[in-house]
């Protein structure tokens, strides 16, 4: 019941994390709370109770002082891991490394 009122409460308060792809160019995320990992190739976020990770290169981070962000680059994988499982993301973290 808990989770429920969560993600009403997300929904009502725009917590949820909002996202507009433009092409494989330019990705903005609304609600990006933290980068966790960053480099040319390889992006991960943590925007509500979504962990994001793209994949691309080239990457590159603009505008994150507006609680949202924008990537630009050549993307060419997203992917999306609920939080709530946090062995969800330590697993692809190791399939990321093999």
């Known amino acids: 019941m808990f989770d429920r009122i969560a993600d009403k409460t997300r929904d009502i308060l725009y917590m949820n994390p909002g996202m507009h792809i433009e092409s494989n160019k330019e990705l903005l995320i609304e609600n990006c709370r933290r980068i966790e990992e960053y480099n040319e190739v390889f992006m991960r976020l943590i925007s509500g109770n ?3 990770q793209i ?3 080239r990457l ?4 994150f002082k507006t609680k949202g962000l924008i990537v630009r680059g050549k ?3 997203i992917e999306f891991i609920e939080r709530n499982d946090r062995k ?3 697993s692809a973290e190791r ?3 093999d």
């Open 50 to 52: 979504l962990c994001i």
């Open 95 to 97: 399939q990321r490394q």
């Open 88 to 90: 969800n993301v330590q």
């Open 60 to 63: 590159r981070a603009y505008d």
């Open 55 to 57: 994949w691309g290169s």
């Open 75 to 77: 993307i060419s994988q």
